[in-house]
């Protein structure tokens, strides 16, 4: 959800040739949420981009997945890139985001991270948290 952190992983993401995972995750969110009248051409143009033989950002899906797709969009809906954006967001949540988490440009991020200072108001400002708490029983 996080812009400068998404852009942070794409960057490390075309840093190991893997961009258009990300790419098509986010194609699959603009179909799934986009405009109705645009979904025709929204699937159209993620079979073209990332799909079909010879794509120029061709994503790495399973022939099970790659079927099940296949046959949806012959009646393209909103929905119909569900399962192939499932099985690319399992391979960055298994393999890339791990290996992002571990990298240098992520702990760069962190570093530059502004934390905010707690906006959390109490209601009975009097009560105060127990500076130390007594061991439980």
């Given at each position: 959800a996080d812009p400068l952190g998404r852009a942070q992983l794409l960057d490390f993401l075309k840093k190991e040739f893997s961009a258009e995972n990300l790419s098509f995750w986010e194609a699959c969110e603009a179909l799934r949420y986009g405009e109705q009248s645009r979904v025709a051409d929204a699937v159209s143009d993620i079979y073209q981009q990332f799909l079909a033989p010879g794509a120029t950002r061709w994503v790495n899906i399973d022939s099970k997945t790659m079927e099940r797709t296949l046959e949806g969009i012959k009646t393209p809906h909103r929905y119909v890139m569900d399962d192939a954006q499932m099985h690319i967001y399992m391979?960055?949540?298994?393999?890339?985001?791990?290996?992002?988490?571990?990298?240098?440009?992520?702990?760069?991020?962190?570093?530059?991270?502004?934390?905010?200072?707690?906006?959390k108001k109490r209601v009975f400002p009097f009560m105060r948290k127990q500076r130390h708490s007594s061991p439980s029983p």
């Open positions: 391979l960055m949540k298994k393999d890339s985001y791990p290996r992002f988490l571990k990298s240098e440009l992520y702990r760069n991020l962190l570093a530059e991270a502004v934390i905010p200072p707690e906006t």
